[in-house]
């Protein structure tokens, strides 16, 4: 890559380029002939005279602000360059260029063994773009390199050779959606990196669906379904990139109306354009079921953090643990249990009974749907129909918090839990 003294001629280098295009462009504008120097100069100088009197600037004077703040971005170019050409990564070499050693800006692949990249080769992606990579200024002592893998992959998808995405398709789900070019092309990034069908320009298949949803994909559910469902437009059961922009633009940037329509088709579990009170029955209760496996994954890691920050020490008992008081001797119902002996103590058979959380949240649901469908279905019939429950979700839109949730972060739908199943 260079000796060290290639960083101070690099500047210099920089600078000199600067002032030579300078040059170079006042050179263009001179007029063509054989006048010597000293004319040349007697010339500029009556020129540069009649420019002053007349107030006109001279545009290529190396005075003038334009040239002077060109001359501070061409150092500044050059000072940065040779910052970072400073530091060495030796005994490090560019997996790709083999560059030795990496100068500058080093990249290593968290989830391969011994992979380097230099700053010029990251950039134009020559690795597994599912691949994740750290970035390293600092250069590392050369004996604590790593040698194995830090990181499994976090990107499900395999590395397919896809196509980039043409003009006419970019216009044409300019059309279809709310996104722009730009957005666009981000989530199709996003999708090659998730993309593990290779047929029809790539695809999602319900397995990695599950995998991108978290820990709401780890067990099945009646709401993950009619999302997939949802996305799957032709019900192939693959998600390509069409459907799968077409889906988010709704979930994401889409209108009320847009939303109703599609939380109308998910809760219509048999696509007979109706709701029945049994339809709304088994997605509020899918829906429920989902809320609460969430907050037990976030209280679980909660406790996982508060017990890593606990400290304790040997001679600290484990009550010191807790905040409540004891229970004092003078309380006669706790002395009374204290001195009781085992014998004394009334005999308990235990059955088995379903969780209170089971029970309460069966019951409320039971209760909510009875008081949701009175509301809904205004004609009296057996089921909701499509004016109904847009009327109805114009006055209260808590009954598509399940769809709008899925389509925003994962912690809104711990936030929106409370917003459907504790209304009176």
């Not at 696509?271 to 609460?292: P, R, V, W």
């Not at 279905?377 to 808590?398: C, H, L, P």
Request: glycine share 6%; with cysteine; proline share 5%.
């Amino acid at each position: 890559m260079g000796t060290p003294l290639s960083n101070g001629a690099f500047l210099v280098g920089g600078v000199l380029s600067g002032l030579g295009l300078l040059y170079t462009l006042y050179s263009v504008r001179r007029p063509s002939g054989t006048r010597s120097s000293h004319q040349q100069a007697s010339a500029n100088s009556q020129r540069g005279s009649s420019n002053s009197q007349q107030g006109v600037e001279n545009p290529f004077d190396t005075d003038a602000p334009e040239a002077q703040n060109l001359l501070h971005l061409l150092n500044s170019i050059a000072d940065d360059q040779a910052r970072k050409e400073g530091y060495v990564h030796r005994g490090i070499i560019c997996s790709h260029c083999r560059a030795s050693p990496i100068r500058g800006i080093r990249y290593k692949c968290a989830n391969c063994a011994d992979y380097d990249l230099c700053e010029s080769c990251e950039a134009h992606q020559v690795h597994l773009r599912t691949h994740t990579f750290l970035k390293i200024k600092i250069p590392i002592a050369p004996l604590a390199n790593p040698r194995s893998a830090l990181l499994n992959v976090f990107y499900p998808g395999l590395p397919l050779d896809l196509p980039a995405l043409s003009r006419d398709k970019l216009r044409e789900l300019q059309r279809k959606t709310h996104f722009d070019q730009v957005e666009l092309e981000a989530l199709y990034e996003q999708f090659r990196s998730i993309a593990t069908v290779p047929r029809d320009g790539g695809g999602i298949d319900r397995k990695t669906f599950d995998q991108c949803l978290g820990p709401l994909g780890l067990e099945k559910n009646l709401i993950t379904d009619r999302i997939f469902k949802f996305f799957d437009q032709d019900g192939d059961g693959i998600i390509n990139f069409s459907e799968l922009v077409c889906g988010l633009s709704i979930l994401c940037k889409g209108n009320l109306e847009e939303k109703m329509r599609c939380a109308f088709k998910g809760y219509d579990l048999d696509d007979d354009g109706k709701i029945s009170k049994e339809e709304l029955q088994k997605i509020f209760k899918a829906y429920f079921h989902l809320s609460t496996e969430l907050v037990r994954d976030v209280v679980k890691a909660m406790e996982e953090e508060l017990m890593e920050s606990y400290e304790s020490s040997p001679a600290q008992p484990v009550a010191a643990a807790f905040n409540a008081a004891v229970p004092p001797d003078s309380n006669a119902h706790y002395t009374a249990v204290k001195t009781a002996s085992l014998e004394d103590l009334p005999s308990i058979e235990w059955e088995p009974r379903v969780p209170v959380n089971e029970c309460l949240s069966s019951e409320a649901i039971e209760e909510l749907v009875e008081k949701v469908f009175e509301s809904i279905n205004t004609k009296g019939d057996n089921y909701i129909d499509w004016e109904e429950f847009r009327d109805y979700v114009q006055t209260d839109t808590s009954i598509v918090a399940w769809f709008e949730a899925l389509g925003s972060r994962t912690d809104d739908l711990v936030l929106r839990n409370d917003s459907v199943f504790a209304k009176d």
